[in-house]
C-alpha cells in the first residue's frame, strides 16, 4: 500500500467472513487483526447485509464504531442509532416485483428470511440461501419502502441483461451485480457503499482520498471514485480485480489478516 490510511472500510461477506457459515463465521486471527488494526485506525463495516443481531455484535466485538448497511441504504452507529437512511419508494418496489415476477426471478426483500419466487429456480440459490424460508409470488406482501431487494435466478449473461433493463426503467435506482455474476442487489440510486463511505468521512472530518476500501464484489469497486484506493481480495472475479489499486489475498483462512500485515509491513 502506498499510503497510510486514515480509515479502513470493510466488506462482510467474501472478505472478513472466511469460515463457513455453520460455524462462527470469522476466525479469530480475522477477529484479533481487525481489533489490533482498530487501536490505531478506524475501521467500519462496509456490507450489503442488514443491521441484524450479528452485524451489530461483530461491530462491538471489534470496536468498529459504525456499520454501513444495505449498500449504503442504512448506515448506523455501534448502538444501532439511524444515521442515515436511502429507500426505493413504495411504488417502484411494486413496479420492481412486477418486473421481476415476469422475468421469473427469486427476491428477498430489506435482506429479510423469505424467498420470494419459483422453485423450478431453486438450483440458482447458492449455498447461503438454501435454508431460507421460500414463498410463492401470491405471498410478496404489500409493497413498502424497501432499502434493499437482492435478486437472481438467471445465468451470468441473463443477470446482467436484467440489470439493464433494471436502469433503463427505473431512474431512481442502483444495481450492483454480486456473488460471482449470479446476483443483483437494487436500491436507492443514493444507496451504494461509495456514498456510505464518504458519508462516515464527512462524520469523522476525514478525507475520503485517504482511506482504503477493502472488497470484492461489484458494490465495492463503485467506492474507487469515492476513496483513496480499493482493494480486492483475490477471490473477487476478474473483471474486478482489473480495477483494483491493489489486489489481496484469497478471503479464505484469515485473508483479511494476511492483507492488514501487508499493508502494515510496508508502512
Known amino acids: 500500500m ?5 480509515i479502513y472500510f470493510i466488506d462482510l461477506d467474501g472478505t472478513t467472513l472466511d469460515l463457513p457459515k455453520k460455524s462462527q463465521k470469522i ?17 467500519v463495516f462496509s456490507t450489503g447485509r442488514s443491521n441484524s443481531e450479528f452485524v451489530m455484535n461483530l461491530a462491538k466485538q471489534t470496536n468498529c464504531k459504525y456499520v454501513i448497511c444495505q449498500n449504503g441504504g442504512l448506515i448506523v452507529d455501534i448502538n444501532n442509532n439511524i444515521l442515515k437512511k436511502y429507500e426505493i419508494q413504495k411504488d417502484d418496489v411494486y413496479e420492481i416485483e412486477q418486473l421481476l415476477k415476469k422475468e421469473k426471478m427469486l427476491f428477498i426483500l430489506n ?3 423469505t424467498i420470494y419466487g419459483t422453485t423450478a429456480k ?14 410463492s409470488y401470491d405471498e410478496i406482501p404489500r409493497a413498502t419502502n424497501a432499502t434493499k431487494i437482492l435478486t437472481f435466478g438467471k445465468t451470468k449473461k441473463g443477470i446482467r441483461m436484467l440489470r439493464d433493463l433494471l436502469l433503463e426503467k427505473f431512474i431512481n435506482i442502483a444495481v ?3 456473488s460471482k455474476g449470479y446476483a443483483l442487489e437494487i436500491t436507492n440510486q443514493n444507496a451504494t457503499k ?3 463511505d464518504l458519508f462516515i468521512c464527512k462524520l469523522l472530518d476525514i478525507d475520503p482520498k485517504k482511506t482504503v476500501h477493502i472488497g470484492d464484489s461489484g458494490n465495492d469497486v463503485v467506492t474507487k471514485s469515492y476513496i483513496g484506493a480499493f482493494v480486492a481480495m483475490g477471490n473477487a472475479v476478474k473483471d474486478i480485480k482489473k480495477q483494483a489499486t491493489e489486489v489481496g489475498p484469497k478471503f479464505k483462512r484469515a485473508g483479511l489478516a494476511k492483507l492488514f500485515n501487508k499493508i502494515q509491513e510496508s508502512n
Do not use: C, Q, Y
Open 2 to 6: 502506498f499510503f497510510k490510511p486514515e
Open 27 to 43: 476466525s479469530d486471527k480475522n477477529l484479533n487483526a481487525i481489533k489490533k488494526m482498530n487501536e490505531t485506525t478506524p475501521i
Open 111 to 113: 435482506s429479510g428470511h
Open 122 to 135: 431453486l438450483r440458482f440459490i447458492s449455498i447461503w440461501a438454501r435454508n431460507i424460508e421460500k414463498k
Open 176 to 178: 450492483h451485480i454480486v
Open 194 to 196: 461509495g456514498e456510505g
